[in-house]
């Protein structure tokens, strides 16, 4: 099984929904991270959680709100999605325990998003 | 903000051949990181380094971290059909709440 899984994998909306991306892992992470991928931009970080009760803003959060429900989960919301919105969204967790490591991010597979 | 100028945007390239490519930023980093996507996947951790001067190997592929700290280079050596993807550099500082990334190479390699 793979140690960080998100769902759903595709999804096709339209403008004004609302849109829930989940994001679960068994790796026993404290540190999860929600990105946003764009042709030619890389990978923007949109939220990131240091623990349960740690939520922060990352380089593009307009829009965009998470929830981190337990260790091993971390939604991401799109309160009225929007086309430019259109992305594939990627989550990620790294390892808070000691040296430099917590650098070391793994990745999910990745939610491709369509908001027509 | 900081940003990581990675280059180049594309590779297309014979199999056996070896391959390099390299990131820059105006921003010092900590750590160095290196990063393969391939299509429908997420990015999976190649190498990552330390230490400034580091050089580091991971089977074929070999990365450095700059002496300035504001740079490394990625070679992949005598490539296979399987090395496709994009490659995508990460700097990361203490704490490790920004790691930036920068936009990719995508290899293309030719058998």
């Known amino acids: 099984d793979a140690d960080v899984t998100q769902t759903p994998r595709n999804r096709i909306t339209k403008t004004g929904k609302r849109i829930m991306l989940e994001c679960s892992q068994t790796k026993g992470h404290d540190r999860m991270y929600w990105y946003r991928q764009d042709p030619g931009l890389g990978l923007r970080l949109i939220y990131y959680?240091?623990?349960?009760?740690?939520?922060n803003k990352g380089e593009i959060s307009d829009g965009y709100s998470v929830s981190r429900q337990a260790q091993a989960k971390f939604s991401l919301s799109l309160e009225s999605a929007i086309p430019n919105q259109t992305a594939l969204y990627f989550c990620?967790?790294?390892?808070?325990?000691?040296?430099?490591?917590?650098?070391?991010?793994?990745f999910g597979p990745g939610t491709r998003l369509t908001v027509l | 903000g900081q940003q990581l100028n990675q280059s180049p945007q594309s590779m297309f390239i014979q199999e056996g051949e070896d391959v390099s490519m390299n990131c820059t930023s105006s921003s010092i980093f900590n750590t160095w990181l290196w990063y393969k996507q391939e299509p429908g996947e997420g990015p999976v951790l190649l190498i990552a380094l330390y230490k400034a001067g580091e050089l580091t190997s991971n089977g074929r592929l070999t990365a450095q971290f700059g002496i300035t700290r504001k740079d490394s280079f990625l070679n992949i050596s005598a490539s296979i059909p399987s090395d496709v993807g994009i490659y995508f550099c990460?700097?990361?500082?203490?704490?490790?709440?920004?790691?930036?990334f920068g936009a990719g190479t995508r290899l293309f390699v030719k058998a």
């Open positions: 990460a700097g990361g500082n203490t704490g490790g709440f920004k790691t930036i």
């Open positions: 990620a967790t790294s390892d808070d325990r000691g040296d430099k490591r917590y650098n070391e991010q793994f």
């Open positions: 959680s240091f623990d349960v009760k740690d939520i």
